[in-house]
């Protein structure tokens, strides 16, 4: 059973699976909206069951609260070994503003939870959220916090342990010293199974980032799946000096999907994308949407020399009749057959097979 928004009368719950000895709820995947604190879902729900925990909760201390109550506390000796993914669904369009005002209270309550995950979620594979950027970050210094549970030199020593369980990792909004400490991390971390690694909304200036994102992606020899971007910046902030540093430890993984929408790479920054990926072959999907490009030849020319590439994305690039011309005609040639995403390009070239051309509002 999938609990959501939970506010049932016992009458709905009588038809619902429980575990013989507790009487609670035998769910695998619970979402936490701000009502269901008022209803007492964890309360409600056999724990031992849950596979997935997604919190929709705008108040970063709600969000500590939930994740420590499922976990027990810190000082808990409780395991749920079947839970595998936390999820925090803030939007990273409107991330939690946290005053210096409120450290005092939420640094504590941080440490506690970090503890406590690292106890009692030993088979933990996905965090998501901009709440796990915090898994980086010390307490300011000039601040007097007053630990109670345990003091931020243990928290600090169980982030890596938690960091080094994952598989699917999303952090969003990170600043230059959370990437900084996070390349550090998996660089003293042995072994890291990282598959899956989302890093949106990166600082605005590239140059600063870059080196840091080479170190993590040099950390994650299994790493399959990588989608950045960064915070709205200027097509000339991009050095190729800066992109070949970032794509020299990805090239050399076992990199099945790339997504690089709004990175504003502009022309330059595609191509030497590109070339950095030509022969590749275990590079399925690339997807390089709204990024200023004018000058496709280096994509048409990865067609030409990634045989494994299947889908690619190159949409709000405001790509020209020439350039769809030519590209159509480079994957005629193809012996494969690409998934191209055009969307939002304003160009009414005949290509050898159907192009998606229009944004979709739904999912079938």
């Not at 609670?24 to 209803?39: E, F, G, K």
């Not at 108040?59 to 808990?76: L, W, Y």
């Not at 901009?130 to 982030?159: D, Q």
């Not at 999907?257 to 072959?281: E, I, N, P, T």
Request: with cysteine; aromatic share 6%.
């Amino acid at each position: 059973a999938t609990l959501g928004n939970l506010a049932m009368t016992c009458r709905e719950l009588k038809g619902r699976a429980h575990h013989p000895a507790t009487k609670r709820l035998l769910a695998a995947h619970v979402q936490l909206h701000p009502n269901s604190l008022n209803a007492r879902v964890l309360e409600k729900v056999h724990l031992e069951s849950l596979r997935t925990v997604v919190i929709h909760l705008p108040k970063a201390r709600d969000v500590i609260e939930q994740v420590t109550s499922v976990c027990g506390g810190c000082q808990s000796t409780r395991t749920l070994p079947s839970l595998k993914r936390v999820i925090d669904k803030q939007s990273r369009w409107r991330p939690r503003v946290v005053g210096e005002e409120a450290l005092q209270e939420l640094w504590p309550r941080w440490a506690c939870a970090v503890r406590a995950i690292e106890r009692a979620l030993p088979n933990l594979k996905q965090l998501e959220g901009p709440i796990w950027s915090w898994l980086l970050e010390r307490p300011p210094p000039l601040v007097p916090i007053n630990f109670p549970c345990c003091t931020p030199e243990e928290a600090s020593l169980c982030a890596p342990a938690i960091v080094a369980r994952l598989q699917v990792v999303h952090l969003t909004s990170l600043t230059v010293n959370q990437l900084q400490s996070l390349g550090s991390m998996l660089k003293s971390t042995q072994p890291v199974h990282w598959v899956k690694v989302v890093l949106l909304s990166l600082p605005p200036q590239p140059g600063s980032v870059v080196p840091h994102l080479a170190e993590v992606f040099s950390s994650t020899p299994k790493l399959k799946e990588v989608v950045i971007d960064f915070k709205f910046f200027d097509v000339g902030l991009w050095t190729i000096d800066g992109v070949q540093r970032m794509m020299t430890p990805l090239v050399r993984l076992p990199l099945e999907k790339l997504v690089m929408d709004w990175s504003r790479l502009g022309s330059a920054g595609a191509g030497a994308v590109c070339q950095a990926l030509y022969g590749h072959h275990t590079l399925e999907e690339l997807s390089l949407a709204h990024n200023a490009i004018e000058d496709f030849e280096p994509i048409c020319e990865l067609l030409r020399t990634c045989p494994t590439l299947v889908r690619l994305d190159l949409s709000s690039n405001g790509i020209s009749e020439v350039w769809a011309t030519r590209l159509a005609t480079t994957l005629a040639d193809c012996e494969r057959r690409v998934s191209v995403k055009l969307r939002d390009s304003l160009c009414s070239v005949p290509f050898p097979y159907p192009v998606e051309w229009y944004w979709q509002l739904w999912s079938k």
